[in-house]
């Protein structure tokens, strides 16, 4: 068999529910249509860590975050970690990187990338520079596409969100599709590349914050037409005090309707922009004649609040808003089209499925497995998602301690504090979710056919003893099937003394 390119597409923040595919009234995404039309969408698919750098390292080594050893921001890919593009590297794919990074940054891991065109939420990084092309536009033209997202104008303490109109090429979006369209342009030339397969990770900043979007997509969602998700009055009184913490910063229960509104206009527009820019990568695989020896992917590291209990943004907590992401897999003639599968399937089993179809063998150390319906792996009932490294709890009293204990700011002052706290676990089915902190905090049981917004916690519920029961032996089971923790450094000691005198 012809060894096929891999092209994987991957979003920061993306919660699944932003596309109408997984039942949002707003957000049309018809690339992503077309494409799940060409492919599997998988309904219930989760990231094993709700955080960027843990997200990536895991889905590129799949290997759970308290196995690989990235379980902060501050922890990218670590040594001795097996990964996807070594292996690839090994076998002689073209590997390449065109977006946003936060995963490698060692010097032996950025060599196997013939190419790296690396660009962020800001714009571009200035860290590792361009290897294997130059960026199609000029570095004037993508600053000036960037400028509005490094002096953002601000509504209220919690939100900052904007539209602007320069060139589409010159957002990170855009720019991204752009270069994707010459990276395979190159890879198609007669003569180019020979026989040798690509592995592309297209790396999309959006729609993580800042939310800012090209006044073509804002215009497509007027704010006082956005539908508000529900919430429960109250909803946070008795909720775990890690929930109640973020809840303290960013809760807009006192701010108006319409900066929410905005705020999550602005998000839906990043989503549509990015489905044009699927859109556009894949009408130039179909142009090249490419297509049908590429299995793309399309998935994100987690998702946002996007108006979910009253939040933007995201933090430390289980809800289905910022651990279910979407994830369809297409490659013509040889996985189904147009179907849906309902397992439960995580990141971590995005390469095992990549190397399955490829006939490459997956490696023992890799603790995911191929998926089903694309493979003819079973069904799975069940799927996990952790958070932390075992730092000391930021509290409620930590937080009245700030300064300014609400909005961006107390965010950023505690973020590496709350990013390394306790080791809290999350198991779920297609009908339940349990959550587990071992810092004695408060479990969470939520019935998500009844309760689906996870509006209301009901693991003190008599009737629901058994399957708290089996919930608690599954994430046990799973506990022990993949134990070997690796190390994790916590914060340097100036990142707890945030408090003022």
Not at 207 to 214: G, L, Q, V
Not at 245 to 272: C, F, H, N, Q, W
Not at 300 to 325: N, Q
Request: charged fraction near 25%; proline fraction near 8%.
């Amino acid at each position: 068999m012809k060894r096929p390119n891999v092209l994987v597409v991957f979003c920061d923040q993306l919660k699944a529910a932003t596309s109408h595919l997984y039942g949002n009234p707003d957000c049309v995404t018809p690339s992503l249509e077309k494409l799940a039309d060409e492919g599997v969408l998988f309904r219930h698919a989760c990231t094993p860590h709700p955080l960027c750098v843990p997200a990536r390292c895991a889905l590129w080594t799949g290997r759970w975050p308290h196995a690989n050893g990235s379980r902060r921001n501050e922890t990218l890919m670590q040594e001795g970690q097996l990964h996807a593009f070594q292996l690839w590297k090994a076998r002689g794919y073209r590997t390449g990187l065109i977006g946003k990074n936060h995963c490698f940054d060692r010097a032996e891991d950025l060599d196997l990338f013939d190419v790296w065109c690396e660009i962020t939420h800001g714009g571009r990084t200035r860290v590792f520079p361009n290897k294997g092309m130059e960026w199609f536009r000029t570095l004037e033209q993508i600053d000036a596409g960037h400028a509005m997202r490094r002096n953002m104008p601000q509504q209220g303490p919690r939100l900052r969100y904007g539209s602007s109109d320069f060139p589409l090429e010159d957002y990170s979006t855009g720019l991204i599709a752009g270069q994707t369209e010459r990276f395979l342009e190159q890879h198609a030339a007669e003569g180019e590349h020979g026989d040798e397969p690509f592995a592309l990770w297209v790396s999309i900043p959006d729609p993580h914050s800042p939310y800012e979007a090209p006044k073509k997509y804002t215009d497509m969602f007027p704010p006082d037409r956005i539908t508000l998700p529900p919430k429960r009055e109250g909803e946070m009184r008795d909720a775990p005090e890690r929930n109640q913490v973020i809840y303290g910063m960013l809760g807009m229960e006192d701010d108006p309707d319409e900066y929410l509104r905005g705020a999550l206009a602005t998000y839906y527009a990043m989503t549509r922009f990015i489905d044009d820019g699927v859109g556009q990568i894949m009408a130039t695989l179909d142009r090249l004649g490419l297509r049908e020896n590429t299995i793309v992917v399309f998935t994100a590291d987690h998702g946002d609040f996007s108006g979910e209990h009253d939040m933007m943004r995201k933090g430390g907590v289980f809800y289905d808003c910022l651990t279910r992401i979407p994830m369809i897999v297409s490659w013509p003639g040889h996985v189904p089209e147009g179907a849906v599968d309902e397992s439960m399937v995580n990141l971590v089993d995005v390469v095992p499925t990549l190397f399955a179809l490829s006939g490459q063998e997956v490696p023992r150390s890799m603790q995911g497995a191929p998926m089903p319906t694309v493979t003819d792996a079973a069904p799975r009932t069940a799927t996990f998602s952790e958070y932390g490294c075992g730092g000391p709890p930021f509290t409620m009293e930590h937080l009245r301690r700030l300064a300014t204990p609400t909005g961006l700011g107390a965010i950023g002052r505690s973020l590496q504090w709350r990013e390394a706290e306790g080791r809290r676990k999350m198991v779920r089915t297609a009908e339940w979710k349990y959550v587990h902190d071992s810092m004695g905090d408060r479990d969470e049981l939520y019935d998500l056919v009844n309760d689906p917004w996870e509006l209301t916690n009901v693991v003190d519920d008599p009737a629901n003893a058994a399957v708290l029961a089996d919930l608690r032996l599954r994430l046990a089971d799973w506990s022990i099937d993949t134990e070997g923790d690796r190390p994790c450094p916590l914060p340097d000691p100036e990142k707890y003394e945030i408090f003022a005198d």
